[in-house]
């Protein structure tokens, strides 16, 4: 019995294996499509002002579902976290 389960164990692995092979050849193929079909796109990076901007946003809209949810203890970190970051951008 344990033999006959390695075997089906091994066929399995192997199995999955060349799926996962398929998978990644096709997520490839369609990454190298999406930049050749789309060469008009335009790659800015963000200062860290607008990066801590935006992180104070996410932080915001987190703040307020933790609010709503009335999950105080994690309201009172995340405004923490957010006082820090004000801190740092002055």
């Known amino acids: 019995m344990k033999k006959f389960a390695n075997i089906v164990a091994r066929k399995v692995v192997k199995e999955l294996e060349q799926k996962q092979k398929e998978w990644d050849e096709s997520f490839i193929k369609s990454q190298q499509d999406l930049f050749a079909s789309d060469n008009t796109a335009d790659i800015r990076f963000l200062s860290e002002e607008e990066f ?16 709503e949810e009335e999950d105080y203890e994690l309201a009172a ?3 923490k976290e957010i006082s820090k970051l004000n801190k740092n951008n002055e």
């Not at 992180?55 to 609010?67: F, H, M, Q």
């Open 52 to 67: 801590i901007e935006l992180k104070i946003k996410d932080l915001e809209n987190k703040l307020n579902k933790a609010i």
């Open 77 to 79: 970190e995340i405004k």
